[in-house]
T-cell receptor, first 113, second 112 residues
């Protein structure tokens, strides 16, 4: 069974640019959530999607957005990048999203210069 | 107050010893509790889940939950150098919220 796939794995952007990250969940999993991981803050919840609906959102500015497609694949977008957006962005899939375990992808490491 | 608190460590234990990792959480309505292991440069992987008070054992790992004290722990018996990693405690933020709150993790070092 294939795991969670995230693309791209590494990317470098400059301040002011925007970035789109992609996540393909485990087959059959309908919940996809996104987390930002930084050394100082740990894993911070960004948002969760289930059947194309955003069910919850973390405390991040509106520059961070996401969506989920009918095949459960998800994308997140960060606009007007800031230096502080440099982080590892992790996608996790789950069968149901609220009592089920999370299965993480390898992450997309974003560096903002 | 942080919602999920862990001692950042490092916690150093000799090979073969029991490693004890602790986590406290602030939201009394939390219902689901998880331990993840994260090796350096890798993504978190699930070790244990626990939903009711008491102990749950899986191989060398035992998760303990005490909802009255808002406390969850992970014991690793017969610790191996390969157990050296950061252990993340995660708590479901309650029914209907669909999000998990992670602690910042405890770094474990198992000394050969």
């Amino acid at each position: 069974k294939a795991g969670v796939t995230q693309t791209p794995r590494y990317l470098i952007k400059t301040r002011g640019q925007q970035v789109t990250l992609s996540c393909s969940p485990i087959s059959g999993h309908r919940s996809v959530s996104w987390y930002q991981q930084t050394p100082g803050q740990g894993l911070q919840f960004l948002f969760e999607y289930f059947s194309e609906t955003q069910r919850n959102k973390g405390n991040f500015p509106g520059r961070f957005s996401g969506r989920q497609f009918s095949n459960s694949r998800s994308e997140m977008n960060v606009s007007t990048l800031e230096l502080g957006d440099s982080a590892l962005y992790l996608c996790a899939s789950s069968l149901r999203g609220f009592v089920g375990e999370l299965f993480f992808g390898e992450g997309s490491r974003l560096t903002v210069l | 107050q942080k919602e999920v608190e862990q001692n950042s460590g490092p916690l150093s234990v000799p090979e073969g010893a029991i490693a004890s990792l602790n986590c406290t959480y602030s939201d009394r309505v939390s219902q689901s509790f998880f331990w993840y292991r994260q090796y350096s440069g890798k993504s978190p992987e699930l070790i244990m889940s626990i939903y009711s008070n008491g102990d749950k054992e899986d191989g060398r790992f035992t998760a303990q939950l005490n909802k009255a004290s808002q406390y969850v722990s992970l014991l690793i018996r017969d610790s191996q150098p390969s157990d050296s990693a950061t252990y993340l405690c995660a708590v479901n933020a309650g029914s209907g919220t669909y999000k998990y709150i992670f602690g910042t993790g405890t770094r474990l070092k198992v000394l050969a």
